[in-house]
């Protein structure tokens, strides 16, 4: 007996599932930068997310085709600006390890003190903005604070806040003064205070906890495939840094421990970050105790602007001199890559130079771009609060995006 | 002592009743008059972080999100009899009490039913 | 010049503003200056370094929210100030424009950083050699990136042009053949 | 990087492919396999997959142009994260059809890089996924990169001789 289906039946006809594209565009306040998503979405639900970024592109690799080796410095830190003295010593020692010339101990362990600073002011901008995303804004603004008071440190030491073109291609332009010191004996008295304070704020909090557990993970295979490098992929469970892979500038004088995750979620970026920050202060004291005697910059006359008075009364210098301000030093030819860890991850310069006073081929590693690559996959099937979340986890800088 | 008008209690109310209104009204009418106006076609799309926007915005959407939000406006309607209630609850004595319990208890059945029901479920 | 009536009566030389505008205690214009000039709601158009530099500006230690201007609005439509910091790709040109011309009026346009106002250090093929390509800019701020005192300078630059604004500027055929210039409807 | 490291993974290049090697070199520390253009692929999956070198982490892959042989030369970096060891194999591809098999199918980061490097030199990934601009405006025709494009932006008219003074 066949079952008579009822009448309404005729009208509702299955259609086909709709879905409704939102545009988490250039100009959104959540994506803290400027890098587009299509999302098509099922309700809040992502079902599928097409990125495209480029928004500044800005074309670093063809500009430093065109200006001689130490005037590349102020493009480099204009990639990762929130730890613009990590691009800088990662091109001058590129540069350096071409020349083959050897840094004295003094600079290295004053490198060493300017790149742990300037990843304390990566660390303590994305985990801010984490806690922003979850709602606790009050974090951001005592955590901006302490980042002016490393701002004043750069400024001691070269004038500049942000965009900070540090050193020189051989170590420093002029000795640190002692209000430099003394700026950073306030500020890793002051720090730790603030960022208990933060902690506590965040850590076992049961609200910042059910958010960020479980969004936006990735495995170890997976974060491996795509090229994940820095603290996403020490959060997923890979414990590859690069200060310890390939020490440079000294750092296996160091102890430190590098904090790993276990499911390379949104929590356990937040915590390698926070470990990070406190491992970073520790390395600081440490090169403050061991600091060594000895000059502040390495021989390398032809890249060190000499002092005046040996301008003024000899020859060389002067010639030198002539020659930095021109841009007429010349390199020798060679292929080097150098990488330095940076606030996200390996920062790589590939260096092809043909002896001429510009470089044939700079390409920079840049790890936001490689790793950007695996945000639509992290965020399939999770919530738009999560997406966004898990974007500023991954602490994506425009400017090291799109070079 | 001549008759105080039992309406006159109500005054106060009508003039903060007026002021309220004639803010709203002000700010309107002074912005509409003083504000310089340039309705242009591109001014009237909507905005999506400057890409022009894609699909459309009116589809069918999942009824959990319309079930949330009125049995929302149901228990909010019961707790403004609360109120009242609240306010003078000595003078109300016991049968007050005993008619809220009542109130409460029939609004709780169907808080029930809708929780079998799984109106509320979110993770489908 | 004394003016004299039919009957040879002096008259003496008029107070300031007591005809058109003036003749209240103060003109409308002012009071409306006035009271926009302290009340700016900045879109903050943030997209490179200088947009970090404008989040020190917002940070307690050189507070831009002194200025009246604490409230952000990322929409374009209650937006007074278009505050654009960093490079302008040409690939972003468009989505700029977008935003300038959704912005409701009276609308004003402050270029942050070397980068917005004219390219800056990047001379290079994919950058837009400052923004008065495609939108009317009312004041520029040099620096790269401008220091925070420098960027609350030029809030304070914007501040006076909105004070001192009359109300029908924005009418004038003058503001009209700018917009023109650019092709803006 | 020791000598016999770099002798174990040439061994296990030369093993099966023959002919494939035309040149290694250590430049800085970093030993440098130059290749022929066919076999890349086959070649970086062998390297992936073989027990002895198990290269599985690409940290880098980007092109060069070298006007004067007017050839496109690729670069892909490997780094083995276990023992450490990192090797860059290098092809060099005629200007004329800068052709390449894609690396996605292996490696997921590949993805982006084959994008920026097509974006830039303008070198054609088989079997690419969706093989388009990435960093540049989509109707761009030129390849910027390359070196006989100019760096400033030509609609420029401000910079010109009368500004320099000559």
């Given at each position: 007996m066949e079952v008579k289906q009822p009448a309404t039946d005729q009208f509702y006809q299955p259609r086909e599932k709709q879905y409704t594209y939102l545009n988490l565009g250039p100009t959104h306040p959540a994506t803290h930068g400027i890098f587009q998503n299509v999302l098509k979405m099922d309700g809040e639900i992502i079902v599928e997310a097409t990125p495209t970024i480029g928004y500044i592109h800005r074309a670093f690799e063809k500009l430093a085709e065109r200006r001689p080796f130490y005037q590349i410095t102020p493009i480099t830190d204009r990639m990762n600006y929130c730890s613009a003295p990590i691009n800088n010593f990662g091109w001058h020692m590129t540069v350096e390890k071409l020349l083959g010339v050897e840094i004295p101990k003094r600079v290295q362990y004053l490198r060493v003190i300017i790149m742990e600073l300037a990843?304390?002011?990566?660390?303590?901008?994305?985990?801010?903005v984490i806690g922003v995303d979850t709602g606790a804004l009050t974090g951001f603004v005592y955590m901006f604070q302490q980042r002016e008071l490393v701002y004043e440190i750069y400024e001691e030491i070269c004038g500049a806040r942000l965009t900070s073109n540090i050193g020189r291609i051989g170590g420093f332009e002029r000795e640190w003064s002692p209000k430099t010191w003394?700026?950073?004996?306030?500020?890793l008295k002051e720090f730790p205070l603030v960022l208990k304070e933060f902690e506590d704020l965040l850590n076992r909090n049961r609200i910042f906890m059910d958010r960020t557990i479980g969004c936006g993970g990735i495995t170890a295979e997976r974060a491996l495939n795509y090229s994940f490098s820095g603290v996403n992929l020490r959060a997923a469970g890979v414990d590859y840094d690069v200060r310890v892979a390939k020490p440079y500038s000294s750092y296996e004088d160091f102890e430190f421990v590098i904090p790993v995750g276990k499911n390379g979620d949104v929590y356990d970026r937040f915590m390698v970050r926070q470990e990070e920050m406190w491992q970073s202060l520790s390395i600081i004291r440490q090169a403050i105790e061991k600091m060594p005697e000895g000059p502040f910059h390495a021989k390398v006359p032809d890249f060190y602007l000499p002092p005046k008075e040996e301008v003024y009364n000899n020859m060389e210098a002067l010639i030198y001199h002539f020659k930095i301000v021109m841009g007429e030093t010349d390199i020798p030819k060679g292929e080097v890559y150098h990488c330095v860890e940076g606030g996200n991850g390996e920062l790589g310069f590939y260096l092809i130079s043909d002896g001429g006073r510009t470089p044939f081929r700079l390409h920079m590693r840049r790890p936001c771009f490689i790793y950007y690559q695996a945000y639509p996959e992290m965020i399939k099937g999770s919530m738009l609060s999560d997406a966004i979340l898990t974007m500023s986890s991954m602490n994506v800088i425009a400017g090291e995006l799109d070079a | 002592m001549e008759e105080i008008n039992p309406l006159n209690q109500y005054i106060p109310i009508g003039l903060m009743f007026i002021v309220a209104v004639g803010f709203v009204a002000t700010t309107m009418l002074v912005t509409h008059l003083l504000g310089p106006k340039r309705n242009t076609q591109i001014k009237l799309q909507a905005f999506e972080s400057g890409i022009p926007s894609i699909g459309n915005a009116r589809i069918p959407f999942n009824i959990k999100y319309f079930l949330i939000a009125i049995l929302f406006v149901l228990f909010d309607v019961e707790v403004i009899f609360m109120y009242p209630w609240a306010v003078n609850f000595e003078e109300l004595g016991t049968t007050g009490f005993i008619e809220m319990v009542l109130f409460i208890s029939t609004l709780l059945i169907g808080y029930f039913y809708i929780k079998k029901k799984g109106a509320l479920t979110w993770e489908d | 010049m004394e003016a004299t009536t039919a009957s040879g009566i002096k008259l003496g030389t008029k107070p300031e503003?007591?005809?058109?505008p003036g003749f209240f205690a103060t003109s409308l214009e002012k009071v409306v200056g006035m009271a926009r000039k302290n009340s700016i709601w900045p879109l903050p158009f943030a997209t490179s370094?200088?947009?970090?530099?404008?989040?020190?500006?917002?940070?307690a230690h050189y507070d831009l929210a002194r200025f009246g201007s604490e409230r952000l609005s990322f929409s374009p439509r209650q937006a007074d100030l278009l505050m654009v910091m960093g490079t302008i790709a040409k690939k972003m040109g468009p989505v700029l424009r977008q935003v300038y011309e959704q912005m409701a009026e009276p609308r004003w346009v402050l270029s942050v950083g070397a980068c917005a106002s004219s390219g800056g250090i990047f001379d290079t093929y994919s950058v837009l050699q400052g923004i008065d390509r495609i939108i009317p800019v009312d004041v520029y701020v040099p620096g790269c990136p401008p220091r925070p005192e420098q960027i609350i300078d030029g809030v304070m630059k914007i501040q006076k042009l909105v004070e001192t604004e009359s109300l029908r500027r924005r009418d004038s055929d003058e503001y009209k053949a700018l917009l023109n210039k650019y092709g803006i409807a | 990087m020791?000598?016999?490291?770099?002798?174990?993974?040439?061994?296990t290049i030369q093993a099966k492919f023959e002919g494939e090697i035309l040149r290694t070199e250590m430049l800085y520390d970093f030993l440098t396999i130059t290749l022929?253009?066919?076999?890349?692929?086959?070649?970086?999956?062998?390297?992936?997959?073989?027990?002895?070198?198990?290269?599985?982490?690409?940290?880098t892959l980007?092109?060069?142009h070298y006007p004067d042989q007017n050839q496109i030369g690729m670069v892909y970096q490997l780094h083995n994260l276990v023992t450490n060891l990192r090797i860059r194999l290098k092809i060099y591809l005629p200007i004329e059809n800068p052709t390449v098999p894609t690396l996605t199918g292996l490696f997921a980061a590949a993805n982006w890089m084959e994008r920026e490097t097509y974006d830039f030199f303008g070198v054609l990934f088989e079997g690419h996924p969706n093989l388009k601009r990435i960093l540049n405006v989509e109707d761009m025709i030129i390849f910027p990169l390359r070196k006989e494009y100019p760096l400033e932006d030509?609609?420029?008219?401000?910079k010109n001789d009368l500004m320099f003074g000559r």
């Open positions: 990843r304390i002011t990566d660390h303590l901008v994305c985990n801010a003394e700026k950073i004996h306030r500020f | - | 503003g007591v005809e058109g370094c200088c947009g970090i530099e404008f989040m020190a500006t917002m940070g | 020791e000598l016999e490291d770099q002798e174990k993974i040439i061994e022929k253009q066919e076999k890349i692929i086959e070649v970086i999956t062998h390297l992936y997959h073989h027990p002895d070198t198990k290269f599985q982490y690409l940290t980007f092109a060069v030509q609609v420029r008219e401000d």
